[in-house]
Nanobody, 114 residues
Framework: QVQLVESGGGLVQPGGSLRLSCAAS????????VGWYRQAPGKQRELVAS???????NYADSVKGRFTISRDNAEKMVYLQMNSLKLEDTAAYYC????????WGQGTQVTVSS
């Protein structure tokens, strides 16, 4: 089993940037596809970006061109670089396998506000 812990959220103005980190434990990390998900208040959790073991990436249309997912298998880390943040990016962000395991971490809150 792989455990994933998110960090790096915060308060940022529209147009700003943040980098989220996802720290993994467990040897299986390097073979799984990892996704960053987010959940805004009153909305369903959605997948925003994913990266395969080999580094292939996919993005939701809403973040394409603004967010970049990356991973460091040696350090067991996955990152989400978020640029040009918008008010609608405000949400709790989670990392999990794709498809996700049933258990979720605590997430990290991203608030975009002027």
């Amino acid at each position: 089993q792989v455990q994933l812990v998110e960090s790096g959220g915060g308060l940022v103005q529209p147009g700003g940037s943040l980098r989220l980190s996802c720290a993994a434990s467990g040897s299986a990390f390097r073979v799984i596809t990892v996704g960053w998900y987010r959940q805004a208040p009153g909305k369903q959790r959605e997948l925003v970006a994913s990266i395969t073991r080999g580094g292939s990436t996919n993005y939701a249309d809403s973040v394409k061109g603004r967010f970049t997912i990356s991973r460091d298998n040696a350090e067991k880390m996955v990152y989400l670089q978020m640029n040009s943040l918008k008010l609608e990016d405000t949400a709790a962000y989670y990392c999990n396998r794709l498809p996700p395991w049933s258990g979720w971490g605590q997430g990290t809150q991203v608030t975009v506000s002027s």
